[in-house]
């Protein structure tokens, strides 16, 4: 059935792609119009224009599918574990990163400090020379968060006994994990390893991880989704600015931590710690996402990316419908703001580390 | 060089706002380094590592405001600091500005116009194709503006149309008019009964302005592309427009203007109108109008005549076949005053024509009158010139063609070969008339009548340099309403010595009573 005539009966609402004198033409008329700013698509590959429009027709459906897939995820915290009980694939010798995968020859500063650091951090080195001799020489298998269903902030390192936030995805029933974060300052996700920061771990591993896995069994699970709706409403963006969702999880989390048979020392640390880190739920919310992508991963025919990760070397990013395959390309040089003293010639001198 | 610190108490700003602010701090007048920072023990410890916190610096707590600043010896101190408080308390920019968003792509129009329904394309073919077809995708009707556009792709996206039930203008289509909006190269005319649907773009808006200068108005004029009607397209937007047409309340009468179909489409389309249950009239430009005819249907000859056809009907008046509007007396009075100024040689027309279709018309009008035209788009392919550039005899050439409209803007828009070309016809001692078309309206140019006008003058006064008269016969393509004004382009007109007639074919009637010194 025709719909043409429909629109006689209609006010004209248009959209000009093209010559803006017609756009002044319809304005002189008084009819609304939007100009459309328009330039070649695909940089004007007509070959990959084509198959652009192919592939819109082909993905539509599954693209859909793949939105209702993350909409309806139900990301709940159920547990904090060590690393090596609980994520896939996770060994003594194994160091999660984050982005593509990457090889220690190709790794930026930060990352191989943050390398560095773990092993320190693991007793498998007691210094930072012997850290670098051991992973120069291969001793140490590296591979991407991704490769586990896991993620981690900034050099994403994560090593076997490290605490990690354990997601399950309500609705799917599958499982994401990160680690725990460290706080501002010197940190490893940043590629820092001296001492402060390996002690800190080390307490992250004694003091904060049982207490928060005692915390987080008894609530029964704490949904990040809800978290994370409400913080938006508060100004957070949920990656840089968590100060109300770390906040809405600390109100969560008290009457459990309270409930724990733990002293009102190690409570209090642990309260001051996450009241001292506005950044406490960035982690959580990282693996709540991921618990939420992973779902489409291998979706047919979905054009919706899965992941988009970067290591500070390549960026990479996962095709839904082409399931875990990696495609990268070399990490830009961010436009950042500096703290004082800092310039872009020190983001330099840690992209090109020898 | 010295290092200030100042201390804000209690005044609490997002750090990501702070570090732009700092940036921007940097840039003042006097100052070396700056930094503004709430007064963490982090951020303390930062400063202090750049040497930039002093004894009063250390005592600010994580909700005070802490500005460190390293200041040149002769920095007015003062200055900058109500530089920096202007910083600090300026509002947020980005919600005001979202209201002048500019789209990149017709995705994100639709989200900022969610209610729009037509979208106008006139990017370069290979481009456009796929514009049309997203919108026709997204349930949205398209004027395709653009040419170029392969025969294969136009009967793809006009497949697609028919089934999603949508209007497809185009590709080539220059003027449509729907709800009286004119899209493209249109003219402002009258609301009224008639309906139109048209494969020509000037045929369109000849028709649609003599309608409006005679008292009536229009419904819907749907331009369907010049190649709507052959064999291989198979008049697919024609036939939705016609049953569209069909359908409309407001359409009383239906006229149909294109130049001859191929022979099945042709078919099709009078076995649609075999049901319609409204009058209509066929103009099938230069055509074979005997099948038509067989069918008892009415034909129009020329632009005029479906016209004026249209305009008799919606004025209950029987339709008069004329010569001119104006009584023949004072015509043939003008047409002696011209041509008894001319000199023994001169002899021919020459039709200089921006549209298409009235250029057809106006050969179709002097092939009647039994003078044969030459020209670059003949009526008799005998009568084809060899160079479009140089006149023979009478000679029409339709400077909108691809041959002159290569890699430069249409005749509509940019007037610089006509007045060459009025010049060169000038200098002819055998040319007699020039006859031209002026289009108005919407998307052509602002002032065509001086443009005109100007080319003109000059024209004349080389031909009186030499002994001669030339005459310049046009007819103006348009409204009162249109921006360029048709009674002030007439005007102008008039003042250069160029003879205005009311239609296209009066005007080439005109020329034939002038070149054969009619009296």
Known sequence: MSKISDIFEKEMKVINMGLESFRSSMEHQHVKVLQVDWKPPAGGNKKLISALLKLKKISEEANKEGVERIINSQPVLMDVKKAIDVIPGMHKKMLLHAGPPITWERMCGPVRGACMGALIYEEIAENPEKAERILSRGEIEFSPCHHHSAVGPMAGIVSSSMYVYCIENKTFKNKSYSTLNEGLGKALRFGSYDKDVIERLKWMEQVLGPALQKAVRLSGGINVKNLTAQALQMGDECHNRNIAASNLFLKELTPYLLKTDLSKEIILKVFQFITGNVHSFLNMSMAACKSSTDTILGLKNSTLLSAMARNGTDIGIRIAGLGERWFTAPAGEPKGLYFPGYTRVDLLWLQHLP | ?519
């Not at chain 2, 045929?203 to 291989?232: F, M, Y």
């Not at chain 2, 003109?456 to 009186?464: F, G, L, Q, T, W």
């Open chain 2, 1 to 519: 060089m010295a290092v200030k610190n100042i201390v804000k108490k209690n005044r609490y700003l997002d750090s990501v706002l702070l570090m732009l602010i700092s940036n921007q701090i940097k840039e003042l007048d006097g100052i070396v380094k700056a930094s503004v920072m709430m007064g963490t023990d982090n951020n303390r410890a930062l400063l202090e590592g750049d040497g930039l916190l002093l004894s009063e610096g250390k005592e600010a707590g994580a909700n005070d405001l802490l500005i460190a600043l390293l200041v040149k010896d002769n920095a007015d101190l003062e200055v900058i600091l109500e530089e920096i408080e202007k910083l600090l308390s300026q509002k947020k920019k980005v919600s005001e500005e979202k209201g002048s968003l500019i789209p990149k792509s017709m995705e994100s129009a639709l989200s900022i116009m969610s209610e729009a329904n037509m979208v106008v394309i006139s990017l370069p073919g290979d481009y456009a194709r796929w514009e049309a077809e997203k919108a026709l995708m997204k349930g949205l009707h398209v004027m395709l503006f653009s040419d170029n556009v392969s025969v294969e792709d136009e009967i793809e996206l006009k497949t697609l149309a028919r089934e999603k039930g949508l209007l497809l203008m185009g590709p080539d289509c220059g003027t449509s008019i729907i709800n009286n909006v004119a899209l493209g190269f249109a003219n402002i005319v009258n609301k009224g009964n008639i309906g139109i649907v048209g494969a020509s773009g000037t045929g369109i808006q000849e028709v649609t302005s003599l309608i409006t200068n005679a008292g009536c108005g229009i419904t819907q004029a749907i331009g369907t592309g010049g190649r709507d009607l052959s064999a291989r397209v198979g008049g697919l937007t024609m036939t939705g427009a016609l049953e569209a047409l069909i359908e409309d309340k407001k359409t009383e009468i239906i006229l149909l203007i294109s130049k001859p179909p191929s022979p099945q489409v042709e078919d099709k389309i009078l076995d649609i109108l075999e049901g319609c249950p409204k009058p209509f009239i066929i103009n099938f430009l230069g055509g074979d109008v005997e099948k038509s005819k067989r069918r008892g249907y009415k034909v129009a000859k020329t632009l005029e005549e479906a016209a004026y056809m249209a305009v008799a009907f919606v004025k209950k008046e029987d339709y008069k076949k004329i010569e001119f509007n104006y009584p023949l007396h004072e015509i043939k009075s003008l047409v002696e005053k011209e041509w008894s100024k001319f000199s023994k040689d001169q002899k021919y027309i020459r039709g200089l024509y921006s549209g298409g279709s009235v250029c057809e018309e106006a050969n179709i009008v002097l092939d009647d009158l039994g003078i044969l035209i030459n020209s670059n788009a003949p009526i008799r392919e005998e009568l084809k010139l060899k160079n479009s550039k140089k006149s023979v005899e009478h000679s029409f050439v339709d400077m909108g063609d691809d041959e002159f409209t290569r890699g430069v803007p249409h005749p509509m828009i940019d007037f610089t070969l006509r007045k060459e070309r009025i010049i060169e016809e000038a200098k002819d001692p055998e040319c007699a008339v020039i006859l031209m078309d002026v289009v108005l309206g919407l998307g052509v140019h602002e002032n065509p009548a001086e443009e005109i006008a100007s080319a003109v003058v000059k024209a004349k006064k080389i031909a009186e340099e030499e002994g001669r008269y030339l005459s310049v016969v046009v007819s103006i393509t348009g409204t009162s309403k249109d921006p360029q004004n048709r009674d002030r382009q007439k005007k102008i007109l008039h003042e250069a010595g160029v003879i205005v007639m009311p239609t296209n074919a009066q005007a080439a009637r005109f020329s034939a009573l002038v070149v054969r010194r009619e009296s």
